[in-house]
């Protein structure tokens, strides 16, 4: 008799740890849950006769800008003459307009979303603070079943029917317990799923406002370049004649100018147009942004300064300005073999050519205009080769297979989705492997490559177009 009480009394002490440990680790899981801090977009609660009535406009809005971008590709088919230069302007400015009425109209979807979505979360959330409450109940009457011990039961007999009435129900609260378990676990893998889809929301209402800003600053420069050509209009086409003239002496000089390149040397920025244009091709990363990533590492260059490796052994090197010993130039074990490997095929010589120098942490060892180290390039070698069409090795400090390194590298990390969040997210990535916010200095990082990204492309590439 008394074996049969210890059977079932062990099985019984068992299923309580293991439960007050999975308890225990739930309650950890939802403590640590990170709470976005994206501001959301507000809206009232929109009825289904609202919701349709929406989608319709959203639609119809849709297929007017389709017929306006084809308005504006005819035009631009047209010879070049005051009058099709006006009516391109019109039709960028219409097609604009409607964009942000588009968008204006996604983010009111958007935040009706976003609304129900959050309002979702809450309730799971307060569904989930009961089902703890609930397990902690149980979890607490499991203990009091447990306290009854085999000495207890053999020495009292008045306890004696109450423990195996106990024993008895142990098995329905057991059952109870592990309803309730499922319950919250159902429910936790329920909010996971609804806080991704809330963050798609949130990132796509803020790619929508952040595109609105775009074509508004858009629109008012092809309003004030309109309003030149119609005064011309009003004069003759000799004050054409001159308008045009000085647009490509511009471009003119836009292509000459030199686009610096890390431990390369600079090239002219039409070229470096030119491989953004076939990276874009390839991969779908916007010219601007790739250019904005390659500029964005020139300037950290100036900052920390390029090396040589001079030990093998050690991976220490040299500054190259000031010829003083640097430590922790390139990994000996993770990059000095991959980074041999390359240099014996491009013919290179590892004692005067120049990598990044080590930051204040980690290792330095990054290679050319992409800053890839050796051992991320290999992995990489024969994707880049065959998007620039060569056989072997590609070359970390040719500015082609650079170009398409960073852009396939950026692809992966989600930039050919383009909009806001995709780039800069991308961007904090590239530079620290993590997204933004979570490692020193990545979103500085990825803040001024969408700044730079923005200004290459109103200053240096619209310019250029329609020549």
Not at 91 to 119: H, P, Y
Not at 310 to 316: L, Y
Not at 368 to 381: A, E, K, N, R, Y
Request: net charge neutral; with cysteine.
């Amino acid at each position: 008799m008394v074996r049969e009480m210890v059977s079932k009394l062990a099985p019984k002490r068992l299923f309580v740890m293991v439960l007050t440990s999975l308890l225990v680790s739930s309650m950890v899981f939802f403590v640590a849950w990170p709470r976005f801090q994206v501001n959301t977009v507000v809206a009232d609660n929109l009825t289904d006769a609202q919701r349709a009535a929406l989608q319709a406009e959203l639609q119809q809005v849709e297929a007017d800008q389709a017929a306006a971008q084809k308005q504006l590709a005819d035009t631009q088919a047209q010879s070049a003459s005051l009058s099709r230069d006006i009516n391109i302007l019109t039709a960028r400015i219409k097609a604009a307009q409607l964009d942000i009425k588009a968008k204006n109209l996604l983010i009111q979807s958007l935040g009706n979303d976003i609304t129900l979505k959050e309002n979702h979360i809450s309730d799971l959330e307060d569904h989930i603070s009961r089902g703890k409450q609930s397990l902690a109940d149980l979890l607490r009457k499991m203990r009091e079943l447990d306290t009854y011990s085999v000495p207890e039961v053999l020495l009292s007999q008045s306890s004696i029917s109450g423990f195996f009435k106990d024993v008895d129900t142990f098995q329905s609260v057991q059952e109870s317990l592990q309803a309730t378990f499922d319950e919250l676990q159902a429910d936790q893998a329920s909010t996971t799923a609804e806080r991704d889809a809330l963050d798609v929301r949130r990132n796509a209402a803020m790619d929508a406002k952040y595109a609105i800003q775009q074509q508004e600053a858009s629109i008012k420069s092809d309003q004030t370049q309109k309003q030149q050509l119609l005064s011309i209009n009003k004069g003759n086409e000799k004050a054409y004649s001159s308008f045009i003239a000085k647009k490509q002496a511009r471009a003119v000089q836009i292509k000459a100018a030199l686009f610096a390149l890390r431990d390369s040397a600079a090239i002219p920025f039409g070229q470096a147009l030119q491989y953004a244009n076939v990276a874009y091709q390839k991969t779908g990363v916007r010219p601007a942004f790739l250019l904005a990533i390659l500029t964005q590492e020139s300037a950290l260059g100036k900052n920390v300064g390029s090396c040589y490796v001079t030990n093998q052994q050690t991976g220490d090197g040299m500054n190259i300005k000031t010829n003083s010993v640097v430590t922790g130039v390139m990994s000996p074990t993770r990059d000095i073999p991959p980074f041999l490997q390359i240099l014996a095929a491009i013919g290179g010589d590892i004692s005067r050519t120049p990598v990044s120098c080590p930051m204040s942490y980690g290792w330095g060892g990054a290679m050319g205009p992409s800053q890839f180290i050796p051992s991320t390039w290999v992995l990489l070698d024969d994707r880049i080769a065959a998007a620039v069409g060569i056989s072997g090795m590609p070359d970390p400090w040719n500015p082609e297979h650079a170009f398409m390194a960073s852009a396939l590298y950026l692809s992966d990390l989600g930039a050919g989705r383009g909009g806001y969040t995709a780039e800069r997210t991308a961007a904090c990535k590239y530079y620290s492997g993590k997204a933004c916010g979570y490692a020193t200095g990545n979103t500085s990082y990825g803040n001024s490559v969408i700044t730079k990204a923005n200004t290459i492309q109103t200053t240096m590439i619209d310019p250029l177009s329609g020549l």
